[in-house]
């Protein structure tokens, strides 16, 4: 079992940067996939980018390819999500998940564990 917690959202303008974290307790989150996901009102949740287990290959959707950056530090058992050129568009409840297998997938119900978001509003 693994628990999550999601921290660092807020409210900026377009073009700032933010960095939100994902910090897990109770199992060594080196052996754990991580996604985020957001999630914006009357939207479905949709995958953001995730870091792989082992190897920490990285994945991004195509709307924030170039502009988000996922890293993890194990020693910290946190998982980053660097935000930067921020859009409007990009103002959702942000989510991590995690899951204990190899890969990335994009669908929210591959993951077993979830966080309890953190909002990022962007205003123009």
């Known amino acids: 079992q693994v628990q999550l917690v999601e921290s660092g959202g807020g409210l900026v303008q377009a073009g700032d940067s933010l960095r939100l974290s994902c910090t897990a307790s109770?199992?060594?989150?080196?052996?754990?996939?991580v996604g985020w996901f957001r999630q914006a009102p009357g939207t479905e949740r949709e995958f953001v980018g995730g870091?792989?287990?082992?190897?920490?290959?990285?994945y991004y959707a195509d709307s924030v390819k170039g502009r988000f950056t996922i890293s993890r530090v194990n020693a910290k058992n946190t998982v980053y999500l660097e935000m930067n050129s921020l859009k409007p568009e990009d103002t959702a409840v942000y989510y991590c998940?995690?899951?204990?297998?190899?890969?990335?997938?994009?669908?929210?119900?591959?993951?077993?564990?979830w966080g309890q978001g953190t909002q990022v509003t962007v205003s123009s």
């Open positions: 998940a995690a899951r204990r297998l190899v890969g990335v997938p994009t669908t929210r119900d591959d993951y077993n564990y």
């Open positions: 109770g199992r060594t989150f080196s052996t754990y996939s």
């Open positions: 870091i792989s287990w082992i190897i920490s290959n990285t």
